[in-house]
Structure formats: C-alpha cells, structure tokens
C-alpha cells in the first residue's frame, strides 16, 4: 500500500442516510371529512368546506385511518402510543387550505419499531423513529414559463388531495448506501401492500419519499451536516438521487468546504439536486395541539382486535413461498408487485403454484408492462387463473395458448378462461380418435419422412409433428401427437 | 310600544297557539321596528327580511294545516355574523370578508331553522368576536339602546342591542371570554355562556376553538332557556361536541332557591375596579336570593387572579393559527401583488383590523420557537389549577354568584386607547371560560345612572338546569321592566 | 418584557402581516405592555401542575370512514377572489413548502 497520498484523498467517507416516507391511505374518505378519495375528475369536485378550509369547518378523525395508522405501526413492530394527539403545523401556503397543516408532533401513534432488509445477501435491521398521521395538501398547476414553480406567471389551485390522510414514516439514520436506501423503501412498499392499507404508487404519488443524507469520515460517530433530497419518484430514482448525493457531497468535503443544511430537489431528466430552500429560512412552525380535535387513545382490546388480523407480512410471505418451490427472484415479483394476493388466491382454488407464479411473473407482469399498467392493476381474480391454470394442468391448453387466454382476461373479454378458451377455439385436441385420423393424413401426405423414421432418424419425426400441428392450427396435443407418430411409425 | 315587540318568546308561542297573532304579523312588527330604529342602534349588518317573512309565512300555513311545528315556530331570532349562513353574507365584523356568503349553514342556524324560528339577520359584532364594546367592527360600532352614546358591550354587540331594543325577542351570540355575558349586563339582558361541547361550535367562526361557546341572549330567563333547549345538543360534525342530548331546562325552571347552596365568590367583590353603583346591586342580589332561601356560601376561586393573564396567552395563540386561513386566496378580500406570498401579507394587512392583528401577533409571538413552553404551556396549567378552584368550591355549593363585568356600560371611545382597560371587563366571566363550565348574566337593577347592572351565576360542567332556575327565582323576585328605559324614544325620528 | 421592532418585524412576518412602520412601532409598545401582563401566569405554573388543552375531556372521537356528498365544483370556487377552469387562482408561488 502506496503510503504518499495526500491526507484528503485519504479521507473514505461513510454516508448516512434515514428516509422519510409519506403513504396516502386508501380509505374511503378524507382524514378529517367526509369527501370520497379518487383519481380524476374535475378539479375541487370532491371538496367540502372542511377540506377547503371554509371559516367555520372543523375536522373530525376518520377512525379507518387511525386503524390504518395502528396497523402498520403493529406490522413494524412499534409500540402504539396509549395516548397520541394532533398538533396544528402552521405555515402558509396557497396549496393548504386553513393554512395550518393538521399533524402529530410530539406524541405520534406509532413509536420506535423497525424494518429488516436484505442487501447482496447480508441482513440489516433498520430503526423506525416514528410513524404519525397527517393530512395532505392540494395540487398547484403553474401556468406560463416552463410549468415549473419557478418562472411561471400564477398558478392554479385544486383542493381534490387536501386533506387525503397520509401516514409518514420515519426512520433512524441507519441505511448506509443508495442500495439499502431502496431496499428499505421496497420493504417498506410490501408491507404496506400486505396490509392493504395504500396502492402505495412511487410513480403516482401515493408513496413519496424524502431522503436525508449526510457524510461522516469512516470510523467517526458524529453525524455530519444534514441535507433533504425531495422528488423522488421511483425507486430508480431513490438510488440515483442518493448516489449523486453522496458524490456531490464528497466532492464538496474533499475540497476542504463545510456541507450547507438545506433542501435540494432531485432533477430526475438532469441527475442532479439543486438547492429548494436553505435551512435558515425554515418557518417557525408553531405547533401546538389541535384544539378541534381530541386525544385518540387505543386500547388494549382494539390493538388486540387489529393485531389478531394483520396478514401475512412479506418476510413469511418469501420463506412461504420459497417453500412452494418458487425460485427466489419469482418470489421477490410476486412480492414486490403485489401479485401473491392474486396467487395466494388461485391457490386457495387449488391452482398449481409453479403454473400459476409463472403467469403471473412471466405472462401478466409482461402483458403490464407493455400497456403501461401496474400489475397490481391487472384485472385478474385469483378464481379466474386457478380456472386458468386448471386448463393448463389438465391439457386443455398449452402454456403458449394459455398466455392468449390470460390476455384476453387482461382485456377484458367476459366469460372466464374457459369459455374464452372454448370462443376462440383454441382448446387443445386431446380426443386420440381424431388426432389418429390427423395423423394417418400427414404421415400418407409425406412417405419419405415417415420412411426416414422408420430407418431410424428419431429427428425426422419433428417435421411431422409440425405437420399434425399445422394441421390442426396449434391445437393439438404435443404430447399425444408424438405418441400416436411413434405408434403409427414403429408398430 | 307595540305589544308584539316587549312578547316574551314563551309569550310568542302562546299569542299564536291562541290565535292572536300570526308569525308574519310577528315578524313584520319585529322587521319595521329594525327599521325604525337600526339607523341609531346599528344592531344589524344584514337583515334577510324577505326569508324572514317567508319562513313566518310557512309557520302560518303550517299552523293552518295542522301539520307539526317546531319549539320556536314563528319566534324572531338575531344571528351573530359569526355563523355561517348559506348564501346570506356573513363577515365576522371583519373588513376580510366584506361581502362572503357560506356555501353551508352553521349547526346552530340549522337548528333554528328546524325548530321553525324565524331568522331575522346578522347582527353585528367586534371583528371576529375580539372586543368587550362593538368598537371593533369594521362596519361601525352598536349603540347601547339603554343610552346611545354608550356601547351595548361586545363581541355579541348587535345581537345585545338588537334584543335590548325591541328588534328581537331572542338573539344567538358567542361567547368566548365574556362575549355574552358581559354585553347581557351592560345591555340588561339574560345572557347565557353553557358548557363548552353543549351547544356545537359547528359553522361558527373559530376565533379561540378550546373557549368559544354560542349560546342565547333574551330579556327573560325563560326565552334564554328555550332558545339554548333548541340550539344545544351533540353534533357529530364537531369533535369537542359532548355526546348527550339537549337538557330539559324548561321543566325545574319555576322550582326557586329554597335549599340551593349559592357561593359568593370572595375575590370578585374585592376587585379594585368594580364599580360601587354594581357591587350594590350585586350584593343587594345576593342578600335576595338568601331571603328566597338559598343558602349563601363564602367562596374563594385562589387562582382566578391568573385566569385574565392566561386568556389572553391562550385565546390569541388559538386564533393567531384559526386565523391563517383568511389569506386572500379561496373567499374574502384579496389586495393584489406579484406573489402569493405578498399578496398574503397585504391582504391580511388590509383586511384585519387593529385589535386582531394585535392578537394574531401576541399569539404568534406566544407560540414561536422558544416562547411556547413560557406562555402558551404555563397558561394551560393556569387553567389546570382554576378548573381545580371551581372543583373545590363546586363541593361545598351548587352555583356560584358575583358581578358580570366590574362596570357598567361605558361611553364610546372610553377605552379604544388602552387594550389592557379593554381586557379588564371580562375578568369576571373569563374563570369560567377557562374551566368550560356554564354561566349566565341575569339583570339585577341600575346603578346610578340608570344603566344596567348584570349578576352572574355560574354552575359546573352541565349544569345549566340549575344555573337557569336560580336566575328564574331572583328575575321573578325583582320584577324589573326589562325593557329599556329608552326604548320607546329609539322611534321618534332623530333629532 | 420588551419587544424590539426586529422582533416585532420577525413575527409579523410569520405571521404574514404587511405591517406599516407605524403599525410595527405601535405594536412594539402593546405587546410589550401585554406580555409583560400575562407573563404573571409563570408565577403559579409549575411542572406540577399539568396543561387543560380541553376542558372537556373526550378520547377516541372518530367518524365511520363512510363519503358524503361534496360540493358541486362551481360551488367550491363560487367564494373565490379569482377562479379559473374550476380551480383557485393565486399570484405564482415565490418557494415550494412542506
């Protein structure tokens, strides 16, 4: 080892990096009123005067979203608060409708839990400080410039998202790497699946993601200088944000200048964060609690009730499945996609597990990703691929006609698999009596191949097995086909 | 003077159960007396006349059929313009939301409207309830119909001047630290605060959200009792709402004193400040109602000196938040500018008045980063320890007694110069505020000058029943005309 | 306790007030005298002593998580200032929040 380095390129620095993550439930209704939550829509259709801050509105509690809350505090392993408020975080701003966010502050529902990730095969246990409640905000649409905040001529206000309740989770500085960063924050996306408690869209915004990540020279314990990355929209784009977050901060330590403690938003086109706003002009937000609103104080029995109904979490939902047979990277798809409810219920109607994993990995994920649709979204119910799978199993039809089922399911033609199956025509022919006749033709049709098996030439058979299919467009069994070939050619 | 206009609500009902008056002849009586006199009392800043007569009309064509009518069928009620009234503009007293108009009803209009009363229009007020005069709306100050030249008392100014001056037999206010009681003393008027969570604080624009309470004003002990039995009651739409029914308070109204354990609040008739000509009729009150036989209990609220300082921590810190959504942007005033955020800032400048944009600054301050645990935190354990007082003298009587507010009605402009002077007239009603427990103002008299002077009577947690029966027996004892002194001239044309 | 007019600026702007040099001069003399009055309520609050943020104690008071009809759109924005396409329009925004 070169001992002539200079000092600085010496110095290795370690990243530190905790996430703060924001899940929008998918209750039926606002946190705090009664508006449906949904996509679409006309702006500020589904407002009311509570969510639009109207003088006079005052919120009260939806208890789903407090269940919700308590649920993947249970699911993380944290204690539920006997006691949790909410505090009003005041600042303005147009997207807010009463101009004070309605939050949890110093006493959350959900405290001190954790999450186990496996990255390039070593487990790591990662601290959750917190999980707490809280309402979202609305949308602004910037017109004129380039549609950016920054630049543009006024903006636009929809309150459709106001007050759509949101969990935020926030864990210990305990991930080390942009890989761990996402790991965590794919971990955390399947429990949340499991519960069903959001569809959890990186893309959509349903589950965003803020990073803050520092650096501190290796082997020290003091935390350097804090920096939020915001915007991250995938977990792509968790990891790159993070990596160049890392780099941009060594590069500043290495040419001797302090890190700034500020807000940098991630450019997702450029793979770069600029600065959103500095730390020193952060609003005193004044909290206080909420006097509209009430202490929730859970008690034993409904922590009970709700623990006693948590589902499978995805850790025993890999080791279950791995032990079913399915190969790991399967099994991480069907997690991470949220397809194992459709498995869990094609199995529960007696599916093959390795056929009906394959349709879903291979054949729905793909037919997915072509039309641009999450798989989650996929409308197939676990009835219609155990019918599916049911028909593989049993001959009917082959893996390859079997995808053209899934996908006529996928678009929507009525009826089920096997009377989509039976419409088209593509059930396999199984029947030996007209296989046979098929069979009889072909071989009279082409002596001198028939001639060459008989000689021997076990590879000359392919080209009338090709034949018989042809013949009968596809449908007919492989494997009977061969049969009857080697009966008809070998008496 | 019109004998319509000097009815008791209770009398109202009857006349037209009886058939002696209709609920448009009622309401028209009442609307034509707004209109004689509102130019000198500004009680109003709108009158819905046309709903108004519609509504008594509907009442009357109901009556006519038979059909059910509600507990306040064709009875004129004045709504403070802090409830939300659909498409009727309601302001708050403030210049921010000059000409708004709710897209909904607030709950306590919608009960009235469902008990069949007859809403006569907004009544003025100090700009989003903060003021103890009426001087603090944006849209010029009531008179006190007892003597123009003084104010009714505030922040229920004009539903205090719209009652004492014939314009209506019942009125809704607000109270958050004596915004009833103290301008139904000055104005010589039953004045009712009820439990915090009795009657909802839904539709009613937040100015302090832990204190504020709606509750009625009339000139009978048994009108205020009527018009809280139609407005109380749980509303889901507001969490801090308390999950009962609406008390009975008619029934055990006429049941008088006898055996009743009335504590005299030591500290309060040892206050520097109260006005000689009301400590008499205080007392002269008191010394009444042991003759009815009540037993008379000496008191001591230890804590209550502190109850002012801790109002005036907690009530602005909550409205310096309430108030955040008065930002130019989703209904009300808007100053243009080139930024949001600006446009903000001078809408908010514009539109405010002095008085709460003191208070939007003294609560900022008390809530902001360092300050909170001092002020904001302290004020709460100061509210801890009077609830603990009450607790302790709540043992040894049933309702406490002593001065609604230390003076009687002042002049205009006396105390625009110093908000502290201001402040000091509700130290009295403030305790109770802070405990969450009922408490009424009830006429007692006049001191010398001829101008009202308010006893109040206090109870704990619910218990209004009891709180009104007291009031009952003492009103019947003194018999006083509660019509005001004036009232007739207010028709003559101005000089 | 007495104010600076720094102070008084500092939260006069976290409290979005465009306030006159007279008004911020003004003030800084009554909110002194005020606070200075309600700073008694530090004499008698000891850590003893815990805070009433509600005087009346309720716990757990939740809504069914059933919708209710919203406002018609035109509605929503029939109070606003200014409105365009069914939204609230505002002055472009100088920061992002939150």
Known sequence: MSTTTSVEQATRYEAVIGLEVHVELATRTKMFCGCAIGFGGEPNSRTCPVCLGMPGSL??????????????????????????????????????PKDYQISQYDVPICLRGELRITVDGRERT???????????????????????????????????????????????????????????????????LALGISDAKLEEGSMRCDANVSLRPVGHTVFGTRVEVKNMNSLRSLGRAIDHE????????????????????????????????????????????????????????????????????????????????????????????????????????????????????????GWAAANGTDPADAPLTGAALAELVGLVADGTLSTKLARQVLEAVLGGEPGGPRAIAEARGLVQISDTAELEAVVARVVA?????????????????????GAVMRETRGRANPRLVNELLERHLHP | MHALLTASAPELLA??????????????????????????????LHVTADAALAAAADVDRRRAAGEPLGPLAGVPVAVKDLFAT??????????????????????????????????????????????????????????????????????????????????????????????????????GLVGVKPTYGLVSRYGMFAFASSLDQAGPFARD?????????????????????????????????????????????????????????VKARVEDAIQRLGKLGAELVDVSLPHAQYALPAYYVIAPSECSSNLSRYDGVRYGLRVPAETAEQM?????????????????????????????????????????????????????????????????????????????SMYLNDVFSIPSSLAGAPALSLPVGADERGLPVGLQIMAPVLGEATMLRAARALEADLALDPVPSGANALEAPRP | MSLTTDDVRHVARLARLALTDGEVEELRGELSAILAHVEQVREVATPDVPPTSHPYPLVNVLRADEPRPSLPPDEAVSTAPEAEDGRFRVPRMSHSEG
Request: a negative charge; proline letters at 6%.
């Open chain 1, 59 to 96: 919120p009260v509690v939806n208890g789903a979203a407090v269940e919700s809350a308590i649920r993947l505090g249970l699911a993380l392993g944290c204690e539920i608060a006997p006691t949790s408020q909410f505090h009003r975080k005041n600042y303005f701003y147009p997207d807010m």
């Open chain 1, 126 to 192: 990662i601290g959750i400080t917190r999980v707490h409640m809280e309402e979202d905000t609305g949308k602004s649409l910037h017109v004129g410039g380039s549609g950016r905040i920054a630049g543009s001529d006024h903006s636009l206000v929809d309150y459709n998202r106001a007050g759509i309740p949101l969990l935020e989770v926030v864990s210990e500085p305990d991930l080390r790497s942009a890989e761990e960063a996402r790991a965590y924050l794919a971990e955390l996306r399947a429990v949340v």
């Open chain 1, 246 to 365: 890392i780099e941009r901060q060594t590069r500043v330590l290495t040419a001797g200048d302090p890190v700034v403690q500020e807000t940098r938003h991630w450019d997702e086109d450029a793979g770069v964060t600029s600065p959103l706003r500095s730390k020193e002009s952060v609003d005193d937000y004044r909290y206080f609690p909420d006097p509209d609103l009430l202490p929730v104080e859970p008690d034993a029995d409904w922590i009970d009730r709700l623990r006693a109904e948590l589902p499978e979490l995805p850790a025993v939902t890999r080791a279950r499945l791995a032990g079913l047979g399915l190969p790991a990277p399967q099994v991480a798809v069907l997690v991470d996609t949220g397809l194992v409810r459709v498995l869990d219920a094609a199995l529960a109607a007696g599916a093959a597990p390795a056929l009906a994993a394959n349709l879903l990995t291979n054949d729905l994920v």
């Open chain 1, 445 to 465: 049709a082409d002596p001198a191949a028939a001639q060459r098996v008989r000689d021997g030439n076990a590879k000359a058979i392919g080209a009338l097995v």
């Open chain 2, 15 to 44: 006349l037209q159960e009886a058939g002696d008056a209709s609920a448009v002849d009622i309401a028209r009586a009442h609307l034509d007396r707004i209109a004689a006199t509102d130019d000198r009392v500004h009680a109003f």
């Open chain 2, 86 to 187: 659909c498409g009727v503009p309601t302001t708050a007293g403030s210049r921010i939301l000059e000409g708004h108009r709710p897209v909904y009803d607030a709950t306590v209009v919608a009960r009235l409207h469902a008990a069949d009363a007859v809403v006569l229009g907004k009544t003025n007020m100090d700009e989003f309830a903060m003021g103890s005069s009426g001087e603090n709306s944006a849209y010029g100050p009531s008179r006190n119909p007892w003597d123009l030249d003084r104010v009714p008392g505030g922040s229920s100014a004009g539903s205090a001047a719209a009652v004492a001056a014939l314009q209506a037999p019942l009125a809704v206010g607000t109270d958050t630290g004596g915004s009833i009681r103290q301008p139904a003393s000055l104005s």
């Open chain 2, 221 to 277: 002990v048994a009108g205020a009792a009527l018009a809280l039995e139609v407005i109380a009651g749980h509303d889901p739409l507001d969490s801090t709402s308390i999950p009962q029914a609406a008390p009975d308070l008619l029934a055990g109204l006429e049941r008088g004193v006898e055996g009743l354990r009335v504590g005299v609040v030591a500290e309060f008739l040892a206050t520097d400040g109260l006005a000689p000509g």
């Open chain 2, 344 to 420: 903000m800032a001078v809408t908010r400048e514009a539109g405010f008045g002095r008085e709460v944009k003191r208070r939007i600054m003294i609560g900022t301050y008390a809530l902001s980063a360092g300050y909170y645990d001092a002020y904001y935190v302290s004020a709460q354990r100061v509210r801890t320890l009077v609830t603990r007082d009450f607790a302790d003298a709540y043992r040894r009587c049933d309702v406490l007694v002593g001065p609604t507010a230390p003076e009687t009605a002042f002049r205009l402009g006396a105390k625009t110069a110093d908000p502290l």
